[in-house]
């Protein structure tokens, strides 16, 4: 019996706010623990919450970045339940007036429309720690720093079919927010985290009655790799004839396994009530549109647009429109040097391969798209040869220089005079006899070879075309 997988993620990410959600504590990452907290994020009785506007605005930002509609009037609510780390012993979340619903991403080659049923504000809680301290065995500590940090949680309808579909996108959704600017998305420190539902039915038949939540998704890898193992599971059970709870469970990724954690809430176990301390959010049709207009050429639109405009194949283009950064560079570099197609190539082999060396983002990167620009030109007026050119981008990334300055000072010019060219193809001949007498014999292949030699004897300075031609013309 084949079974289709059905499933849906939630996503939380954290706004990139100065501040709290609901108070003036600052929402920082990484300062020691509980050093950003007051009485309102302690939940301290008859301290009263005050909404952070630009938590809105950030929010209102990734709604419409995912297409959602932005709800005029949303209320927060009080979601109920006991935690360690939530002091108040109820989170400030929204329930059944999100902030924007109805909204979708198409992700992926083909793409697949992901339905996203809503996005919500709500408030994280604190940490728990139960490690790293001498009595770490009887005791837990709490970190509160994190409490009341704003997040938008985003929930797709059960529209993904495959582990390799949530991957995309997640990947996808990932760039778009980071485009909007609205969140650092960053898994490691916890600004973007990602549960998983999935459950099996018969192909096309009715959605299925029960749904397992995955938990403790630290990277897309992992998201993958537990939803692989899930339907797995799953499949195993219903094909014995076995039934499957509501549940949520917990992936372990270093054994490559999910393991029960508890039953699962259902929202009424939750006795959400209107937030009474405050008022319904109001957003206007001027506010929502002074946010649209701010919204920046996203991601599928751009990797299209750059496909189309400068001839290049889809993969290079979705590549260097994977990141806003990336995609200014090359477009500045592209329009400078008047190749674009040069500048594509450069980019993505030269330029990506010290980013990974050094592991340094785009805005660190050494060599200013304006000089890239110039080091294309040198090769295409003729002025050196893309050899040389190698040499001038590696001393470029140490910071040395500029371009033409390079280009005069390492003596780079490119070899115009053939009779410098043919002295050092007859002293390549007389030094590879026998590739030479090859070539004669019709081994044609040899030729690359001989001009390999005459760019080495003449310091990467002989244009390599006029090289073979004199070559040819000196063994016939
Ligand atoms: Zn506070």
């Given at each position: ?5 059905v499933?849906?993620?939630e996503?939380h ?6 501040t ?16 950003h ?11 009263l919450?005050?909404l ?9 930002r ?16 009080r979601k109920?339940?006991?935690y ?5 012993g109820?989170q ?7 902030l924007?619903s109805?909204?979708?991403?198409d992700?992926?080659e083909?793409a ?7 996005l ?6 604190g940490?728990s720690m ?9 005791r ?14 985003i929930v ?17 959704l990932?760039t ?5 600017d ?11 985290r990602?549960?998983?539902n ?28 537990a ?8 499949g195993?059970i219903?094909?014995?004839?076995g ?6 469970r917990?992936?372990d ?8 954690m508890?039953s ?6 939750y006795r ?6 405050l ?6 049709e ?6 649209r ?16 405009r ?8 979705a590549i ?23 500048s594509s ?9 010290e ?7 785009v ?12 080091l294309?030109?040198?090769?295409d ?8 050119a190698?040499e ?7 910071g ?14 490119q070899?115009?005079?053939?009779s ?5 193809v ?9 590739p ?23 310091g ?5 075309q006029?090289?073979g ?8």
């Amino acid at each position: 019996m084949e079974l289709e997988p059905v499933i849906g993620l939630e996503i939380h990410v954290q706004l990139k706010t100065r501040t709290k959600l609901f108070c003036r504590c600052e929402a920082a990452f990484g300062d020691p623990p509980n050093t950003h907290t007051c009485p309102v994020c302690l939940g301290l009785p008859g301290a009263l919450p005050v909404l952070n506007t630009k938590a809105v605005e950030l929010g209102v930002r990734a709604a419409l970045a995912i297409n959602c509609t932005v709800n005029r009037a949303s209320q927060f609510a009080r979601k109920n339940y006991f935690y360690p780390d939530l002091p108040k012993g109820y989170q400030i979340s929204q329930y059944d007036r999100p902030l924007a619903s109805n909204g979708h991403l198409d992700a992926g080659e083909p793409a697949v429309r992901v339905r996203l049923t809503r996005l919500h504000l709500e408030e994280d809680a604190g940490k728990s720690m139960h490690e790293g301290f001498p009595d770490s065995d009887v005791r837990s500590y709490l970190d509160l720093n994190r409490c009341g940090v704003p997040l938008a949680e985003i929930v797709s309808e059960p529209d993904i079919r495959t582990p390799g579909q949530a991957h995309d996108f997640l990947t996808h959704l990932k760039t778009t927010l980071q485009y909007v600017d609205v969140s650092d998305c960053n898994m490691e420190e916890g600004s973007l985290r990602c549960d998983a539902n999935v459950s099996l039915r018969l192909p096309g038949g009715p959605l299925p009655g029960y749904k397992v939540e995955v938990k403790n998704l630290n990277s897309f890898r992992n998201v993958q790799r537990a939803l692989e193992y899930e339907i797995e599971r799953q499949g195993k059970i219903l094909r014995d004839g076995g039934e499957i709870t509501r549940e949520t469970r917990l992936y372990d990724a270093d054994r490559g396994l999910t393991s029960s954690m508890r039953s699962k809430e259902e929202a009424h176990d939750y006795r959400y009530f209107p937030e009474p301390d405050l008022l319904p959010l109001e957003v206007t049709e001027e506010q929502i549109e002074s946010i649209r207009a701010t919204i920046p050429e996203l991601f599928a639109e751009k990797s299209k647009r750059f496909a189309d405009r400068y001839q290049l194949p889809g993969y290079d283009a979705a590549i260097l429109a994977s990141s806003k950064a990336l995609a200014d560079y090359f477009e500045e570099c592209a329009v400078q040097s008047g190749n674009p197609k040069a500048s594509s190539n450069w980019i993505m082999t030269e330029m990506m391969r010290e980013l990974k060396n050094r592991t340094i983002d785009v805005p660190a990167f050494p060599i200013s798209p304006a000089s890239l620009a110039l080091l294309i030109r040198r090769i295409d007026d003729g002025t050196i040869t893309g050899k040389a050119a190698k040499e001038v981008f590696a001393i470029l990334c140490e910071g040395g220089g500029d371009v033409d300055g390079i280009i005069k000072e390492k003596g780079l010019l490119q070899i115009q005079d053939d009779s410098a060219i043919e002295a050092a193809v007859a002293q390549v001949i007389q030094a590879n006899p026998k590739p030479a007498e090859q070539y004669r014999n019709g081994k044609t292949a040899t030729l690359g070879f001989l001009v390999g030699q005459v760019m080495k004897a003449t310091g990467g300075r002989a244009n390599p075309q006029k090289a073979g031609e004199l070559l040819k013309r000196a063994l016939s």
